[in-house]
Structure formats: structure tokens, C-alpha cells
């Protein structure tokens, strides 16, 4: 079984009943674990590299409200990086091509208002310079990083539940 992120961050010891509860189902700890290493560290980067892909993760879990969450991806961030960190943090780095603000752009729509989304804000991507794996790969890690920061808010939850 790999390490169990979500237990770590929600705070959950070995001991406890939740994390006793969680480990009846290994499938769906190691599910989240395993996808959290294809989303974030894939064998074939596609050209959002592990710097970015955990810039972008960070400034997610911040929108969300779960800094937990960021700090254990900007700990995946290359130290002295100013922009990554200005990512991270939320902001558009000074300068940065079209590309990359179109990124930031998509991310930050789709974490606050992922119901609003259409088809022509994904084709914007492709517009903007983006390829289609890339388009795929930036849904994977919005995708998974919403469902993280809702399963940390769940542990949260029942391990304040009396």
C-alpha cells in the first residue's frame, strides 16, 4: 500500500477509527494515491512538467480554502522559482505568454465555477496554443485535485463528528 496523503493531511494517526475505517478499502486508498502519482508525476510529462503540474495544484487547493493541501504541493515546487511561487499563490506572472495565462485562466474557472464550463473554453485552450494531451492533461489535474480537496473536507468532517 502506498502512503496515504489524505489520512496524513487530514491529520488521521494510524491509530484512529477513520483511518481504520479507510483502510477496510486499500482499493480506494491506493486508487487515490496511484492517481494522485499519474496526475501529478506521469511518466510522460506532456509538456506540464512536475514544477508546473504542482504550481497549479497549489494555487487549486488555495482556491478552495485548503492550505493544507498547498503546502504539500508547493513542497513539490522547486525552491527560489518566483514565478512558480507567484502561481502558486494565485497571481499571473508578469510577462508570461499566452499560453500559460490561458492555463491559469482555465484552472481557476473550472475550480470556481466548473458548471459553467462549455466546450469552447476547452477549444480556447487549443486556441491559445495548447495541445490536445495537454487540453486532456490540465482536466486530469483540475479533475483530481477538486476531488482531493472534497475528500479532505469529508475527513474533516467525520473526524469532528462526535
Known amino acids: 500500500m502506498n502512503a496515504d496523503v489524505l489520512n496524513t493531511l487530514a491529520g488521521l494517526g494510524?491509530?484512529?477509527e477513520l483511518a481504520a475505517i479507510r483502510a477496510r478499502r486499500?482499493?480506494?486508498v491506493d486508487g487515490a494515491e496511484n492517481c494522485r502519482a499519474a496526475?501529478?508525476?506521469p511518466k510522460v510529462d506532456v509538456g506540464l512538467g512536475l514544477p508546473l503540474r504542482s504550481a497549479l495544484a497549489a494555487r487549486m487547493a488555495r482556491l478552495n480554502g485548503d492550505e493544507?493541501?498547498?503546502a504539500h504541493y508547493r513542497a513539490g515546487m522547486p525552491g527560489g522559482d518566483a514565478e512558480l511561487s507567484l502561481i502558486a499563490d494565485g497571481g499571473f506572472p508578469q510577462g508570461s505568454d499566452r499560453r500559460l495565462r490561458a492555463i491559469l485562466r482555465h484552472v481557476d474557472f473550472i475550480t470556481v465555477a466548473p458548471r459553467a464550463c462549455t466546450r469552447s473554453d476547452t477549444e480556447r485552450l487549443v486556441a491559445e496554443g495548447l495541445?490536445?494531451?495537454e487540453v486532456v492533461a490540465l482536466a486530469e489535474l483540475i479533475g483530481?485535485?477538486?476531488f482531493e480537496v472534497r475528500i479532505l473536507a469529508t475527513?474533516?468532517?467525520l473526524r469532528d463528528t462526535p
Open 14 to 16: 494510524p491509530e484512529s
Open 26 to 28: 486499500p482499493e480506494f
Open 39 to 41: 496526475v501529478i508525476e
Open 68 to 70: 493544507r493541501l498547498a
Open 131 to 133: 495541445t490536445v494531451p
Open 144 to 146: 483530481f485535485l477538486n
Open 155 to 157: 475527513l474533516d468532517l
